[in-house]
């Protein structure tokens, strides 16, 4: 299957930045869009922002103008830059993927999957 590593979490001071990476690893054929999850406690999941594999962008309205996505297809590599922090983007940072992966030769199958996530507190 495919894993997901992420990293660059942290403690911040408001108005400070952090940039989280999220490395795939596995028998990786393909991978197709990209995002960044983000769950504060007693919250639900939400998404922060996401990219596909020809770059095109989205972000929740909260962060745009603050946060920056990209990709590193060759590295199957995602990046968030995160500019301006603020305390209510204290949360577990997840990475997500989906594409396909070998699953034997010749065979490729779809993957889905979740990163166990990065701690961003925010905090003076």
């Known amino acids: 299957q495919v894993q997901l590593v992420e990293s660059g979490g942290g403690l911040v001071q408001p108005g400070g930045s952090l940039r989280l990476s999220c490395a795939a690893s596995g028998s990786i054929f393909s991978i197709n869009a990209m995002g960044w999850y983000r769950q504060a406690p007693g919250k639900q999941r939400e998404l922060v922002a996401a990219i596909t594999s020809g770059g095109s962008t989205n972000f929740a309205d909260t962060v745009k103008g603050r946060f920056t996505i990209s990709r590193e297809n060759a590295k199957n590599t995602m990046y968030l830059q995160i500019n301006s922090l603020k305390p209510e983007d204290t949360a577990v940072y997840y990475c997500?993927?989906?594409?396909?992966?070998?699953?034997?030769?010749?065979?490729?199958?779809?993957?889905?999957?979740w990163g166990r996530g990065t701690q961003v507190t925010v905090s003076s």
């Open positions: 997500h993927a989906d594409g396909t992966f070998h699953s034997g030769v010749g065979y490729v199958q779809s993957f889905d999957s």
